[in-house]
Structures are given as C-alpha cells and as structure tokens.
C-alpha cells in the first residue's frame, strides 16, 4: 500500500489556544464593531486573518536568532541574508526594510512620479496604496478568467498580456515599470507562470521598460510552476526561483510570508543606480543600509527561513494543506475561488449569502458568522476593502466579495482544518436563515476595513 502524504517536520514547541462560547464570541463581536481586526487575539480560536509574519520559524532559524550580529554598520547577520537572497534570486543589490511595504515605499519613492501609470496583475493594497499615495494610477492587467471563481485553470494569476500591451502603447511615458505579484495575493493566492513572466519579459524588452516582481510569495509561486507547467518537473524549486527572477530587474519583498519571519522584507535589484537612489531613501525612512529596521538576528533568520523555504519538501507540505482544506470544502459544495490558491482560500460569499444584497457586505456577514460559529477568524477581502470610488464616494462593487481563510505556515495541523471546514459547513446549512447582512456605523475615508464600525442588520 503507497504510505500517505504527512508532514515534512514534527513540532518542538507548542502555543495553546483557547475555545470560547457562543454568547462571548456574541459579546466580543460587538465590543468589536462587528469587525474583526478589532478583537482581541485571544479571542480567537484559530486565527487566519493572515499568513503574514504568522508562521513558526523552524529550530535552525531559533538557534539563527542567537548568533544574529547587531553591530549598526556591517552586520555579519546582514552579508549572510544578502548572500542568500543573491543565491536564490541573482540579484547582487540587496537593501533590507522592516518589511514588504517599507521596501515598496522606499523604491516608489525613487521610482514612481506624479501621473504615472503602473501597470501589473491585482496589485495588493499597500502597493497600490504606495502608487495612487503619489498621484500615480495602479493599472490592473489580470486575465479576466480570475474573476470567475468556479472556473478551474492552473496560472489564474497571470498578466493578461494584450491588455498589459495596449495600455503599454497608450501610455508608454508614463510607466516606470511593470509590476507582477507572485503569487497573486489578490485574485486568490493563484501563481503566474513561467510562460508568463517570460511574455512578460518580451514585452519589457520589446518597450524597454523595467519589471519588478513583488515576491512576497515567490517560493509558492515556483512550487505550482514546479507541479503545473510541463518541463519543470524535474527542475528543483531553486532553480526554478532562478529562472523566474531572471525575467526581472528588481524585487520587492514582505519576508513575513515565504521567508517565514515575523517581520523584515528587503529590495534587491541588479540596477546599482536604483540601488543608490533607494539606499538614500533607505536611510531616511528604514534605517542603515545593512540594517534597514530589521535586528541583526532577525536577518539570521530570514536567511535561513528563505533557504528553508525553497526546498520542495517544505513547499509540498504547505501547499497540500491548503488543498487538504479545499478538499473537505468540496465535500460540502461550498464555493471558493479554484483551484485552491498557495496561502489562502477565498470562499465566495455572494454564492453563499445569496440573500444578503451587495449593500450589507455579504464577505463581511460571512466573516462574522464563520467566527460566531467557531471562534475562526478570516478576513473580508470584498466590498469593504475595496473602499470607496474617490471621486463619486460611492462604494466599489464591481469586484469579487470573498472570505480569505489565510493558512499561517507551519501553525496549525488538519485536524484545525476539520475545525474550519466544518464550522463553516454549519453556517452554509442555515445560508437560507441569513437574510441581513451589515451597515457602515463609522468609516475612515481610506482602507477603512481595519477600523471600520458596523452595525448588524
Ligand atoms: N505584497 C503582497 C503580495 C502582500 O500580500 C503583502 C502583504 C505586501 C506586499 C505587503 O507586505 O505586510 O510585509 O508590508 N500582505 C499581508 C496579507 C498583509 O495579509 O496578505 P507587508
């Protein structure tokens, strides 16, 4: 009999959760204004608003922290990451940051100028926050088919490269770069592909403008390369990083994913005048230059976490639980984004609320249920987080409104997957009793998700 998928790791060190009542989750929801960025972590049982700077760092990166070198100028710890990083990406530029925005926020400030057009494929917020911030416009090329939750194709994330082509042509001055997130944060955690990022890559030739990949998930994204696109089966994951960024000129990147620390992120580019422009920048917002807001221990950390995290193995085990939770989902014909993405699964709320209508948030009513139900806390990426249009102040629902279940890596086991699939099975059973969702009590006027109050209908 072939043995079973399991675990590439066992667990050294645990950290207990708590489980609740209903009528305290009830309690806290509303001391919390009905928004779930604003309760107390230990009110949580299992806690996926985000995979970001949650993961458990592996006892290599434990010991790591203690030879960190904390000297301001020169760390030791800060050549190792950089050797690292050059290793795995081919870029000999690094510039750390204190993490994937402030590595963002430091090259657009070198990069990006009033009217600008930034092309790319669902830029993630703060990315896109950093490019309208300087009166610049974030233009959205994804492939139309991300739209379509039910429908199943391998590279969901990818540029739609007529799209990408046409506003090239019309706008060509104003585009400083092309931007391509891998993985696809926001269209489902889904990967671009080789062949992709390569099309990319002409183009950028073609226009002689320069791409940048914001890499928050990169070792997720060549892992699907790996296990979808033919000719890299036998390729291992490094190789495959390799060649991915080769189709760049420089990188942003949140080290709190697939780095797999709890904070730190860093640039690196081949562009040594990009990198000293950004290192003025650098100093100004982040730090010194081989510090950039990270302690040195922390830069032992990313180091070996990064090389850790570009082995297949460690890949397979994460990715196959996401799939693991898809698939005790499917048994319950609940609808999500498919396939099921790298870090993440994003349930469609509208095909489950089909009575709330889209001006009660029908993400954000589901977000609430899941964690009344259980204790689970997700996050709306919908309707909420889209803001309002900033001309006409109306709400934006022309998107999709979902539920993401972020999977910290390496935090929670199957069985806390059971929890979740089933939790959520007991909310779509009694869909039909749901016919009211939320209203706005209190708004801020941008990304007003994380403190926005509601009241329930
Ligand atoms: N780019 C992508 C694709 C991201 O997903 C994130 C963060 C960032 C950049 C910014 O990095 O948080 O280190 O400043 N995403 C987190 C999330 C917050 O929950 O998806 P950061």
Redesign the pocket.
Known sequence: MKLPFAESWKIKMIEPIKKSTRSEREKWMLEAGNNVFQLKAEQVYIDLI?D?GTGAMSANQWSGMMLGDESYAGATSFFKMKETVSKITGFNYVLPTH????AENVLFSVLVKEGNHVPGNSH?D??KGHIESRHAFAIDCTINEAKDTQLEIPFKGNVDIKKLEKEIQENKDKIPFIII?ITN?TAGGQPVSMQNLREVRELSKKYNIPVIF?S?RFAENAYFIKTRENGYENKTIKDICKEMFSYADAMTM?A?KDAIVNMG?FIATNFEKWYDEAKIMGIIYEGFITYGGMNGRDMEALAIGLDENTEFDNLETRIKQIEYLAKRLDEFEIPYQRPAGGHAIFIDAPKVLTHVPKEEFPAQTLTIELYLEAGIRGCEIGYLLADRDPITRENRFDGLDLLRL?IPRRVYTNNHMDVIAVALKNVFDRRENITRGVKIAWEAPIMRHFTVKLERL
């Open positions: 985000t970001s993490q994937g925005r402030a993630f703060t990315t997130t944060n914001d928050a949140s709190k992120g972020a």
